[in-house]
């Protein structure tokens, strides 16, 4: 089965920028999609297709997509960015959609 | 504006079985592929089941394939999930999703979940 790793945390002190990855075998050739959970709340897209943004979702957030690593990059970071983040993918071989584990990121 | 409103939730015996629905509204509800994920306590998101725009396709999570059943009825705007022979392991909050276009792409809204625990 097709496996995303995300690394379980990432800590960034405000207005700086937050990188966090999604590993995947050959991800570079699938489309990434990046929802943001906040505490208690129901997941919202962020990012999809590697790297288009939803109406209304902030500029500071985009995306990248290249061989094995795909990269949600959130710019100027603000407290109200603390949440987790989850990165999906259609697996066509076995017709399974995957998220990966989660990212939680840390305003300090 | 679109709405996913999910319902059916609550606490089940190891064994049994629960239906959940998800209520849509604001949108043409048979023009989208619908989705079901779920989330243990504490732990990440997990795809359970997508079914197509038009009913005829459905996809199974490996770990629900052959006690969950994925179902729309277009005429009430409603998502279905039939959930047979629950195991503590089901215990999570379940999220109906609507997809973009296509059956395959990005899940664009999402519903506030309802919790399923199996617990004797």
């Known amino acids: 089965s097709y496996v995303l790793t995300q690394p379980p945390s990432v800590s960034v002190a405000p207005r700086q920028t937050a990188r966090i990855t999604c590993g995947g075998n050959d991800i570079g050739s699938k489309s990434v999609h990046w929802y943001q959970q906040r505490p208690g709340q129901a997941p919202v897209l962020v990012v999809y297709?590697?790297?288009a943004r939803p109406s209304g979702i902030p500029e500071r957030f985009s995306g990248s997509n290249s061989r094995n690593t795909a990269t949600l990059t959130i710019s100027r970071v603000e407290a109200g960015d603390e949440a987790d983040y989850h990165c999906?993918?259609?697996?066509?071989?076995?017709?399974?959609?995957?998220f990966g584990g989660g990212t939680k990121l840390t305003v300090l | 504006q679109v709405q996913l409103v999910e319902s059916g939730g609550g606490v089940v015996q190891p064994g049994r079985s629960l239906r959940l629905s998800c209520a849509a509204s604001?949108?043409?509800?048979?023009?989208?592929?619908m989705h079901w994920a779920r989330q243990a306590p504490g732990k990440g998101l997990e795809w359970v089941a997508l079914?197509?725009?038009?009913?005829?396709?459905?996809y199974y999570a490996d770990s629900v394939k052959g006690r969950f059943t994925i179902s729309r009825d277009d005429s009430k705007s409603t998502l279905y999930l039939q959930m047979n022979s629950l195991g503590p392991e089901d215990t999570a909050i379940y999220y109906c999703?609507?997809?973009?276009?296509?059956?395959?792409?990005?899940?664009?809204?999402w519903g506030q979940g309802t919790l399923v625990t199996v617990s004797s």
């Open positions: 999703a609507r997809g973009s276009s296509g059956n395959f792409a990005f899940w664009a809204y």
């Open positions: 999906q993918v259609w697996d066509n071989p076995t017709d399974h959609w995957v």
């Open positions: 297709d590697d790297g």
């Open positions: 604001g949108f043409t509800f048979s023009s989208f592929a």
């Open positions: 079914i197509s725009y038009d009913g005829n396709n459905e």
